[in-house]
């Protein structure tokens, strides 16, 4: 292998590293744009995006935030996501809130 076919290999491994970078640092789901994704208790397929939540708050006392989302099937439709602390709750909230 001649030196010219050495650095363009070796400059796609380096471009193609950049570019999957952000699977190695850890994301917080407070930056992710889906609330929740998985299947509801009947074993539908549920995707809460961001864009469907209308109102969301925070509920101390238990250690956990709801999400109400607008869903044309229920109009009381809410996601909880609880948390085991009040700190990793707070710094949850505080990221939520700054990257909204």
């Known amino acids: 292998m001649n030196i010219s076919k050495r650095l363009v290999v070796g400059l796609f491994f380096v471009l193609a590293s950049s570019?999957?970078?952000?699977?190695?640092?850890?994301?917080?789901?407070?930056?992710?744009?889906?609330?929740?994704?998985?299947?509801?208790?009947?074993?539908?397929?549920?995707?809460?995006?961001?864009?469907?939540?209308?109102?969301?708050?925070?509920?101390?006392?238990?250690?956990?935030?709801?999400?109400?989302?607008?869903d044309a099937q229920s109009p009381e439709a809410f996601v909880t996501k609880s948390f085991s602390d009040g700190e990793s709750l707070d710094s949850y909230w505080d990221e939520l809130l700054k990257n909204w």
């Not at 570019?19 to 889906?34: P, Q, R």
């Open 19 to 70: 570019l999957f970078m952000g699977a190695i640092f850890e994301k917080s789901g407070a930056k992710l744009k889906v609330i929740k994704a998985g299947v509801d208790e009947k074993g539908n397929p549920v995707c809460v995006n961001k864009s469907q939540v209308y109102l969301f708050k925070k509920d101390q006392a238990q250690n956990k935030i709801v999400f109400f989302y607008h």
